[in-house]
């Protein structure tokens, strides 16, 4: 069956339906990484947007048990082409079925290398993958660029708070959307990892004692978060060691005062170079932002710059001064993407020990 | 980190001559990294063996080398040069063996000269494989259960208690030689014994045999302050069992989801960084098919084959940021060339698929087992990007130059189901093909998964190919059905084969219904930032990214495809001179070339880069886009002089001498009718088709003719025929492919072989020198010793050859460069061959007078003419230098091939030997190419009749200087009547102690075995010869290379050689 995704600027590529027929709006972001599509598709920070995976074929090993939520978070899902047969140990079934199942409606056969080229040139856009043949473009682009991405972060965050055992330090996860491998690489270290609703109060937070709070990624406007970094302002108040990922670190830096500012097309991708400033070491990290902290707006007495992005010097983390936190525009926990910035969690657990 | 200001002049390693496992890969990282350190304004000497390198290049290097690689020869330039570093991380295995003898004698300390980009802990921790091992076990990092042993008992041992199969590793060995599986006892004991004699340091390795797991490469890059990336990793689509360099490999790894691509990722930085490696450097590894096991298979702590494979494939120039990074430099210092916004800290990610097929030379030499093996045979690759799979194997396909196209190519449709299925088992070059047959009957993955170990993944694309074929076939031809046809890059005319069309038929309705190739950008970085470097492949059913320029004149230089015996690297040296100077003229410059491992691919060379199959309708895509003013065909070899007549279907002119002209050299009767004119004598022939013609034409004639087929290159085909029962075999051979052109059959002389390079620029020509070769007419010129300034001509034959050439080059009305070759016999000169274009000598006779002559050809093309670019017209003034090239062998990597020289070239690569007087120069020649005696001072000879009286001279010669010889009776008989000791051996049909025992007994250093001619050389002597070989034992099969050597012998006063900086020619 003939797809269409139609951009905001008019522009209209013809492809096939993959997935779910139903028709969406969306925020059009594009995807860099060559392998983990499944993370990709998993990773609630896509709640509210539709992925173009510049990565040619996909779906090549087909679904495998490497989820990050319970769910697939984007809206649309767009590839050049889509595996006919997947080939892997742990393939549990297609990428078609799955899309299906979860209800994503995509689009393969474009030329996604050259809607990618619009995005960056153009920056992000919004657009719409459809069936329908006989769209109107006049009525439909109005829509489009009225289309705004609602309060995502509280339709991805959890109901319930719950708790994964362990014999370790106690983390409390704020969960604004977060990554199953944040908590897994806690638990891997021992930790006792209870996850909190993005709704959750300082208070509530506080009055577990935690040993150490987890800021997670999520999606969105970090400025949209206002009940958030309220919430957050208390948490910053105590002595308990914080670690926040991507949203987190963001959060993080708006309860001090700083700004956020949109990228003009994000970075998306499982190969950036971010530099360590306290010793000038380069990791290549996994990233998923499309807004990020304009860092000369966090007064030096409040938080020293410790990472930035090699390619556009745009900021990739502070570390607190005179507090135990630490923050990250990157993703430590990976999945998908490079590990090398794992160690980051370690440092955490350094943390939360110096204060035991 | 800035650089380190104390490092000024550095002394480049290079990786001497091509064979097989260490081939032009390593001009293109040498090329890179001298460009790259000269950009920093540092002194580079180099030093290299191979003349027909661009490395070697004086444009590229301040001070130049072309000198045997030996430990005493570099200790003597760094004396001479006083290098403050020595960068050897960039010439392959041949300099880092270099590198770890000179730190292992102390030199280097005693001369205050330090390693940079590696240091010998490094490649010691790397390459001995305890060494190894214990490194991986500190950082967990598996290895396969493995002991190195030393003796063939102990290996044994080892084997008994894992259980067979093991694989056989020899530690300092490049491309695997002496590797191997071995399935049982006696496999085991036979490989075992060869490794340990080719280890440098008698070791290897015998492991548990993975075979069949999925095999996966990391090219990985660290700075000195520990940041490492990775550049691209790749699968291969062989399972483990197949040496890389011989697998088709595709870029990124297709079937290995996110887990496992970063487990292995991690694990290649763990290793990168646990080594201390500054630099690249190559992981491999075998992944379980089915679980996250893994072992690493080798570490190279260098750039490699692979790496310029990752280079091309990603845009991302591993040598030069190695090279960087070995003055001191981090990754996020140094600019990402391609982007030039990003940094080399980035990694690269591709936004296409990138496919490589091994070049292999059984076409060469049809006697050898095609089997592949851990042992390397092929002797080039090609790649080819596309968007999808299907496509890039396709495009791949049709760029190997073996007339193949399709998976049609091989024809198994004949074969039973059974014994298809045995053939599949046999992993071979074809495999591919079979594996498309068995889809074709109806076999299941799960079969052919069963019988190969292949991915199904893989095995599904062959399929979508193979269902391709079938509905183009069966189904109505539509739109639709082309252009889904044309996005898997089927050709036209496979597609009008298919559908029982004409290929005009089906391209005038692509081209009426806009089904063309658009261009994409290898940009590092899958769009997400503007990219500069115009580096460009095609796919259908996208979108086009070429901007159209304007202004300058557009030249399209066509390359030479992969690297194959009798088209080497020689023609990528031209096709990137032409291209320079050409830019020099102020043109803007094109290249369309399929050769990941050359310099002509790298993204810098030309305006534009375009990364295409060479083929008529791959190029005509080109031209519609580029409307090139002219194209080149006369620097790229055969490959591009056969693509001249469909250049002038599309209108493009061709450049420097026409097509016409082109044709009249190759075209018998237009050329006699030529050389009748001008009064130029060739040895009597005619042209046939069939063998009854031939016959007729031999009889006539008498034997020994010469039979050729037109129109090829490294004399193909070529063979010299002593009865009518030859010419029925040889002629049958040719004939098995369909021949356009009639075949040439010539009176065969036995003269003195001399060749000519000239320039000519429609009224005059330059020679820049004539050039003799030591073995007698019958023999290929690309494997003959050749010697410049000619020696054994007098003044006047030297005129008539001037002459002749000036005559032929007028004639001919070439425009640019031709090459010449003559046979003397006393004092007549004969043409056998007119070639109007680039050959195999002329990096060689450039470097060695010192005249640019690709680049002079260029300018003559453009408009130049000789005298008004400052050089004499006619014979250019001998220089004062004798300059011995040698051609080097790879034999031992082709189990079961002939080594014995004919018409028909074999030789892969080619060294230097340049000094003051001839003897050192063939010294150096001989030493250059690997040929050191004496070791035991026990040599055998064995000559066919017509050498019998100079075999008794040159046995003198040798007994002279403390040989034992043996020979057998025929061969002894007549030595002992000249008063030479000879001992008489039996033949190895005859009982023991017999030939074959005394070599494999390990005492020989020699054996000098000359087969008679005619079609029964192939099998008399064979076994011998081939025994010897993979012995490691010397072999001549040409009296006079004997002869040349035992010269070079007897010269014992050369202890001292004098070095030569070509650069000051």
């Known amino acids: ?356 | 980190m800035p650089r380190n200001k104390e490092i000024k002049k550095v002394l480049v390693i290079g990786s001497g001559p091509i064979v097989i496992g260490q081939a032009a890969e390593f001009d293109y990282a040498g090329t890179q990294a001298c460009r790259s350190l000269k950009e920093e304004g540092l002194e580079v000497v180099l030093l290299n063996s191979n003349p027909a390198t661009i490395m070697t290049d004086k444009d590229i290097a301040d001070r130049v080398y072309i000198e045997p690689l030996t430990v005493e020869v570099v200790e003597q330039l760094i004396l001479k040069e006083k290098p403050d570093s020595v960068l050897p991380t960039l010439g392959g295995q041949a300099a880092l063996n270099l590198a770890m003898e000179l730190d292992e004698n102390g030199f280097l300390k005693r001369n205050n000269v330090r390693l940079i980009g590696t240091t010998s802990e490094t490649i010691k921790k790397a390459e001995d494989r305890l060494e190894f091992k214990t490194t991986m076990e500190k950082i967990g990092e598996p290895c396969a259960a493995s002991l190195v042993v030393e003796s063939v008992e102990e290996g044994v041992r080892f084997a008994e208690k894992t259980g067979y199969p093991v694989v056989l590793r020899p530690a300092y060995t490049l491309g695997g030689s002496g590797g191997g599986i071995a399935k049982n006892r006696g496999q085991l004991v036979e490989t075992l014994e060869n490794g340990l004699r080719l280890s440098r340091v008698g070791q290897v390795l015998v492991e548990r045999c993975i075979a069949g797991w999925k095999e996966i490469e990391y090219e990985v890059m660290r700075d000195g302050s520990g940041n490492c990336i990775t550049v691209c990793n790749m699968e291969n689509i062989d399972p483990v069992g197949v040496h890389t360099g011989d697998s088709i490999v595709v870029a990124p790894s297709q079937t290995l989801g996110d887990k496992e691509y970063q487990m292995l990722r991690t694990s290649a930085l763990n290793i990168i960084s646990e080594l201390n490696i500054t630099g690249g450097c190559n992981v491999q590894y075998a992944l379980h098919p089915k679980s996250f096991e893994y072992c690493v298979i080798e570490v190279n702590p260098r750039v490699s084959r692979s790496s310029a494979l990752a280079s091309k494939a990603t845009g991302y120039p591993i040598a030069k940021v190695a090279a960087k990074i070995a003055l001191g430099y981090t990754l996020d210092e140094i600019k990402n060339a391609v982007t030039k916004k990003t940094y080399a800290s980035f990694e690269p990610v591709l936004d296409y698929c990138v496919v490589k097929i091994p070049r292999l030379p059984f076409d060469k030499f049809i006697s050898a087992k095609r089997t592949l093996t851990t042992q390397m045979k092929a002797t080039g690759e090609v790649m080819s990007i596309c968007d999808n799979f299907e496509g890039a194997l396709m495009k791949a396909i049709r760029s190997l130059e073996q007339h193949v196209d399709s998976l049609m190519s091989y024809d198994y449709s004949n074969m039973a189901e059974d014994e298809l299925i045995e053939e599949l088992a046999v992993v071979d070059d074809r495999r591919i093909w079979k594996i498309a047959e068995a889809l074709r009957r109806g076999i299941s993955y799960d079969e052919i998964h069963e019988v190969t170990q292949i991915d199904k993944w893989f095995i599904d694309k062959i399929a979508i190919l193979v269902e391709m074929e079938e509905r183009l076939k069966n189904e109505p031809f539509t739109l639709e059905l082309l252009r889904e046809a044309k996005r898997m890059e089927f050709p036209d005319h496979v597609i009008a084969a298919l559908s029982g069309k004409a290929a005009e038929e089906v391209c005038d309705m692509r081209y009426a219904n806009g089904i063309t190739a658009a261009y994409k950008m290898v940009d590092t970085c899958a769009a997400e930032f503007a990219a500069e470097t115009p580096y460009y492949y095609s796919v259908y059913g996208s979108e086009n990214e070429v901007e159209k320029t304007t202004g300058k004149k557009k030249v399209l230089v066509l390359g030479s495809g992969p690297i194959r015996i009798g088209q080497g690297i020689e023609f990528d040296f031209c096709s990137v001179h032409c291209t320079w100077a050409f830019s020099r003229e102020g043109y803007e410059t094109i290249i369309v070339n399929n050769n990941p491992e050359t310099v002509s691919t790298d993204f810098d060379i030309a305006d534009k880069l375009y990364f295409e199959p060479l083929t008529p309708e791959d190029v005509r895509s080109i031209v519609d886009l580029e409307k090139p003013d002219g194209a080149v065909v006369q620097f790229g070899g055969q490959t591009a002089i056969k693509l001249t007549e469909s250049l002038m279907n599309m209108g493009v002119p061709i450049l420097g001498t026409s097509a016409e002209n082109v044709d009249a050299a190759e075209d018998r009767e237009l050329f006699d009718a030529i050389l009748e004119k001008c009064g130029i004598p060739r040895p009597a022939g005619g042209t046939v088709f069939t063998a009854e013609e031939a016959k007729r034409v031999a009889n006539e004639l008498g034997y020994p003719v010469l039979v050729r087929p037109s129109y090829v290159l490294g004399g193909q085909g070529m063979r010299i025929a002593i009865n009518d029962h030859d010419i029925e075999e040889f002629i049958g051979i040719i004939n098995q492919i369909a021949q356009d052109h009639p075949i040439l059959v010539d009176k065969y002389l036995q003269g003195k072989e001399i060749e000519v390079d000239a320039v000519c620029d429609g009224d005059d020509i330059l020679i820049p020198g004539i050039m003799e070769h030591i073995e007698r007419a019958g023999i290929h010129s690309g494997d003959s010793i050749s010697v410049y300034p000619a020696q054994s001509i007098s003044e006047k034959t030297k005129g008539i050859i001037e002459d002749y050439t000036k005559k032929l080059a007028q004639s001919l009305h070439v425009i640019g460069l031709l090459n010449i070759q003559f046979i003397v016999c006393g004092e007549e000169v004969y043409v056998i061959e007119v070639n109007p274009r680039s050959s195999r000598t002329v990096p060689y006779i450039s470097k060695v007078t010192g005249i640019p002559i690709v680049s002079l050809a260029t300018k003559v093309i453009a408009g130049g003419k000789i005298k008004e670019l400052g050089y004499t017209p006619g014979l250019a003034p001998e220089a004062d230098y004798f300059a011995v090239k040698m051609p080097v062998f790879s034999f031992e990597k082709i189990r079961g091939a002939d080594i014995s020289l004919g018409p028909e070239m074999k030789s892969t690569g080619e060294c230097l030997g340049i000094a003051k007087t001839f003897d050192e120069a063939l010294y150096k020649a001989f030493l250059g190419a690997g040929i050191k005696l004496p070791k035991y001072k026990n040599m055998i000879i064995t000559v066919r009749d017509e050498d019998k009286e100079k075999a008794v001279e040159i046995g003198q010669r040798f007994e002279k200087i403390g040989y034992r010889i043996f020979a057998t009776r025929g061969t002894a008989r007549a030595m002992k009547e000249a008063g030479v000791k000879a001992n008489a051996v039996n033949k190895i049909e005859q009982e023991s102690p017999n030939l074959m025992d005394l070599i494999l007994g390990h005492k020989i250093d020699l054996v000098i075995d000359t087969p008679p001619q005619g079609a029964e050389r192939a099998e008399d002597g064979f076994v011998i010869r081939r025994n010897a070989i993979e012995t490691g034992v010397n072999v001549l099969t040409a009296i006079d290379t004997a002869e040349a050597l035992i010269k070079s012998l007897e010269n014992t006063n050369i202890r001292k050689l004098t070095l030569i900086d070509i650069a000051k020619i």
Request: proline share 5%.
């Open chain 1, 1 to 356: 069956m003939k797809a269409f995704l139609i951009l905001e600027d008019g522009t209209v590529f013809a492809g096939t339906s993959i997935g779910s027929k139903k028709e969406i709006i969306s925020e059009i972001v594009f995807n860099t990484s060559m392998t983990g599509y499944l993370e990709v598709l998993t990773d609630p920070s896509y709640a509210g947007q539709a992925v173009v995976m510049t990565y040619p074929l996909i779906g090549n090993y087909g679904i495998t048990p490497d989820i990050e939520s319970k769910k697939a978070w984007p809206k649309g899902y767009i590839v050049r082409e889509l595996s006919r047969l997947p080939s892997n140990f742990r393939c549990e079934g297609t990428l078609q079925d799955f899309l299906e199942k979860q209800d994503i409606p995509g689009i393969a056969g474009i030329d996604t290398r050259a809607l990618t080229k619009m995005l960056r040139e153009k920056g992000t856009m919004n657009g719409m993958i459809t069936v329908n043949e006989d769209f109107d473009l006049k009525e439909i682009l109005p829509k489009l660029k009225a289309y705004r991405m609602g309060d995502v972060v509280m339709e991805a965050t959890c109901e319930v708070p719950y708790t994964l055992k362990g014999h370790g330090p106690k983390v409390a996860l704020m969960d604004f959307g977060a990554k199953n491998n944040i908590a897994r690489s806690l638990c891997k270290r021992g930790c006792e990892v209870t996850v909190y609703p993005a709704s959750t109060l300082a208070a509530d937070i506080i009055a577990s004692a935690p040993d150490g709070i987890m800021l997670s990624n999520g999606p969105g406007d970090p400025e949209m978060c206002t009940t958030i970094i309220e919430e957050i302002k208390k948490l910053y108040e105590t002595d308990i060691p914080i670690f926040a990922i991507c949203l987190g670190h963001q959060l993080m830096a708006l309860a001090n005062g700083a700004k956020t500012y949109k990228l003009k097309y994000g970075h998306r991708g499982g190969n950036h170079p971010v530099k360590d400033l306290s010793n000038g070491r380069v990791y290549i990290s996994s990233q998923n932002h499309g807004y990020a902290v304009d860092a000369s707006t966090l007064s030096a007495t409040v938080a020293k710059e410790a990472f930035v992005n090699v390619n556009d010097g745009t900021n990739e983390g502070f570390s607190y001064v005179g507090k135990n936190i630490f923050t990250v525009q990157f993703h430590p926990e990976a999945c998908p993407g490079p590990q090398d910035s794992g160690y980051l969690f370690d440092r955490f657990m350094d943390m939360m020990k110096g204060v035991r």
